[in-house]
């Protein structure tokens, strides 16, 4: 597509404006638009009004700028992410009658764990994952099976690149994280306690396809000081049937 005075590509453009949108940023202005994507402000007023037009992005009562449910409908339509969570979903259900806490569902994307869902009782412990959210693969017990099991290059990447620390207990050192990946595929699960927020911890198991790939990461969350034997049993078995399933 044709390209900027500075060089960037429309379609470079248009994808800066729709990732200053975050689970926790949803309404914004053009102009804060404008200033997140680093574009002029004629710019971005003028790429929201054509994204606006297209349905991609929409405007509410006060004028704010949030993402469109045309968006929505388009990437659901063909996301593989989107049927692994239709897939599962039921069995996460079960998982989460049984604990009581969060469950959740996470995949590879871009190094990070990225989260296809959640679900939480309100009375469960503090939890800061969303959906659509991401976390990096060191601090979170579904980032910890991911890792474990990614491509060789994506480990060597990952462990040689920044470790950033959720909590004290986040693990931040290369040669102790490799000794916990291996640790993870041997065990073929992981307990992360205080990895994220003191007061919890985070189990999570692998997910695999067909082809026997690790495809996602299935966690929950429970108190710091809760026991973890049954619920880690009831996430093996919830991937083995997951597994079936796809």
């Known amino acids: 597509m044709a390209n900027s005075p500075s060089g960037d590509s429309m379609t470079d453009r248009l994808v800066r404006v729709l990732e200053t949108f975050t689970p926790t940023r949803t309404v914004q202005t053009s102009a804060e638009i404008g200033r997140r994507a680093g574009l002029p402000s004629s710019s971005a007023h003028r790429i929201v009004a054509e994204l606006v037009d297209a349905g991609l992005l929409e405007r509410d009562e006060s004028r704010g700028i949030r993402v469109g449910m045309r968006l929505w409908e388009l990437a659901t339509r063909s996301s593989g992410a989107l049927r692994l969570r239709q897939v599962a979903l039921p069995f996460m259900e079960r998982i989460q009658a049984r604990v009581g806490e969060?469950?959740?569902?996470?995949?590879?994307?871009?190094?990070?764990?990225?989260?296809?869902?959640?679900?939480?009782?309100?009375?469960?412990?503090?939890?800061?994952?969303r959906v659509a959210g991401r976390l990096p693969l060191n601090a979170s017990s579904s980032g910890l099976v991911l890792l474990a099991y990614a491509d060789p290059e994506v480990r060597d990447r990952v462990l040689s690149g920044r470790l950033i620390p959720l909590t004290p207990a986040t693990i931040t050192d290369p040669a102790t994280l490799r000794r916990t990946l291996g640790e993870i595929r041997l065990q073929g699960h992981v307990v992360a306690p205080g990895y994220i927020e003191d007061v919890s911890t985070g189990l999570a198991v692998p997910v695999r396809?067909?082809?026997?790939?690790?495809?996602?990461?299935?966690?929950?969350?429970?108190?710091?000081?809760?026991?973890?034997?049954?619920?880690?049993?009831?996430?093996?078995?919830?991937?083995?049937?997951?597994?079936?399933?796809?």
């Open 209 to 246: 396809n067909a082809a026997g790939a690790v495809v996602a990461a299935l966690s929950v969350v429970l108190p710091r000081d809760a026991p973890t034997e049954s619920a880690l049993a009831a996430l093996h078995r919830a991937a083995r049937d997951i597994e079936r399933a796809l």
């Open 102 to 129: 969060h469950t959740q569902l996470a995949i590879l994307e871009q190094d990070e764990a990225l989260f296809l869902e959640r679900l939480s009782h309100p009375d469960a412990v503090t939890n800061i994952t």
